[in-house]
């Protein structure tokens, strides 16, 4: 497989893990809020978020990619401090699900959890399994 192909499968790899990561944060809206759902969702959110850089770019290492998702998604919580998100989420009520609705250091916890989670997502995704060879058989 050349560099390009394996870059496109990963890329489409990462990308259906993002709808599924998507519709399991969305499906989470529905239950009664709970510390359980609230670091579940924020799990989720630093997975998203690093999985959209995972797309961008394929070749990174599981590490860097859990890095951003935990920096990107800790930075909007810290964000949430300064009161801009919840100006915009006044003017587009469904920015909500982008910036969340106020500031929660318990966030953090969840956004380790996403880390963790990406790292075994990033791992599984260039695992000899996922790009269809057994193990021990020959490259082609």
Do not use: H, K, N
């Not at 790292?119 to 599984?124: F, K, M, Q």
């Amino acid at each position: 497989m050349t560099r390009l192909a394996g870059d496109r499968r990963l890329r489409l790899t990462f990308a259906a893990t993002a709808v599924l990561v998507l519709l399991m944060g969305l499906a989470l809206q529905l239950p009664d809020r709970t510390v359980a759902v609230d670091l579940a969702g924020s799990a989720l959110y630093a997975c998203l978020a690093g999985l959209a850089i995972a797309i961008a770019w394929p070749r990174l290492p599981g590490w860097a990619v859990a890095t951003a998702g935990f920096g990107v998604a800790g930075a909007v919580e810290l964000l949430q401090l300064a009161r801009l998100p919840a100006r915009l989420v006044d003017a587009v009520p469904l920015l909500r699900f982008v910036f969340g609705s106020s500031f929660d250091p318990l966030d953090f916890v969840g956004y380790i959890l996403g880390a963790l989670l990406l790292i075994g997502i990033v791992s599984l995704a260039r695992s000899p399994v996922t790009r269809g060879r057994r193990r021990g058989a020959p490259a082609p």
